[in-house]
T-cell receptor, first 113, second 111 residues
Framework: NAGVTQTPKFRVLKTGQSMTLLCAQDMNHEYMYWYRQDPGMGLRLIHYSVGEGTTAKGEVPDGYNVSRLKKQNFLLGLESAAPSQTSVYFC????????????FGPGTRLTVL | EDQVTQSPEALRLQEGESSSLNCSYTVSGLRGLFWYRQDPGKGPEFLFTLYSAGEEKEKERLKATLTKKESFLHITAPKPEDSATYLCAVQAVGNAGKSTFGDGTTLTVKP
């Protein structure tokens, strides 16, 4: 099993450009999450999904959109990138049984100039 | 609103020097408290889940404990390979598995 994979690993954007980050998991997990991590800080939840076709806002959703068209994939979109969105983005997935840990991808490092 | 505070922010130890990391939390109905390890440039990796006060879990040189207000990650006789950032997170009951993370403690173990 590959676990949770993220594409791309690195990306540099100019202010105003758009891009999509892809997260894929092969563990048949129902729940998926997008976080951002800034230097010296923990993980902040952007959006999450409790199943195929469903999405919901997390703690810091502004400037981002998501889609979960297939159970194994969770896409994070930036429509008009801003320097404040420079960060490392992590995707995670989780089973729906009680008391489960989250499995994280390797992260995408995004720089917005 | 759920909150997680970790201390200290950074901890430097000599190899073999035991110590503890603290995670204080407030949550409306604890479903689980999680400890993760994060190496530089990588995603967090799961270590432990604690469900109720009084519970303890051990893995090699690490031991996690839980009270109603805080959790400790005890590191016994650490080695340089234990150097990493340790993240604490809580999940509340009925919250779709969403986790609230602390800012982490960066542990450096010198040989």
């Amino acid at each position: 099993n590959a676990g949770v994979t993220q594409t791309p690993k690195f990306r540099v954007l100019k202010t105003g450009q758009s891009m999509t980050l892809l997260c894929a998991q092969d563990m048949n997990h129902e729940y998926m999450y997008w976080y951002r991590q800034d230097p010296g800080m923990g993980l902040r939840l952007i959006h999450y999904s409790v199943g195929e076709g469903t999405t919901a806002k997390g703690e810091v959703p502004d400037g981002y959109n998501v889609s979960r068209l297939k159970k194994q994939n969770f896409l994070l979109g930036l429509e008009s990138a801003a320097p404040s969105q420079t960060s490392v983005y992590f995707c995670a997935s989780m089973r729906t049984n009680s008391y489960n840990e989250q499995f994280f991808g390797p992260g995408t490092r995004l720089t917005v100039l | 609103e759920d909150q997680v505070t970790q201390s200290p922010e950074a901890l430097r130890l000599q190899e073999g020097e035991s110590s503890s990391l603290n995670c204080s939390y407030t949550v409306s109905g604890l479903r689980g408290l999680f400890w993760y390890r994060q190496d530089p440039g990588k995603g967090p990796e799961f270590l432990f889940t604690l469900y109720s006060a009084g519970e303890e879990k051990e893995k090699e040189r690490l031991k996690a404990t839980l009270t109603k207000k805080e959790s400790f990650l005890h590191i016994t006789a650490p080695k340089p390979e234990d150097s990493a950032t340790y993240l604490c997170a809580v999940q509340a009951v009925g919250n779709a598995g969403k986790s609230t993370f602390g800012d982490g403690t960066t542990l450096t173990v010198k040989p």
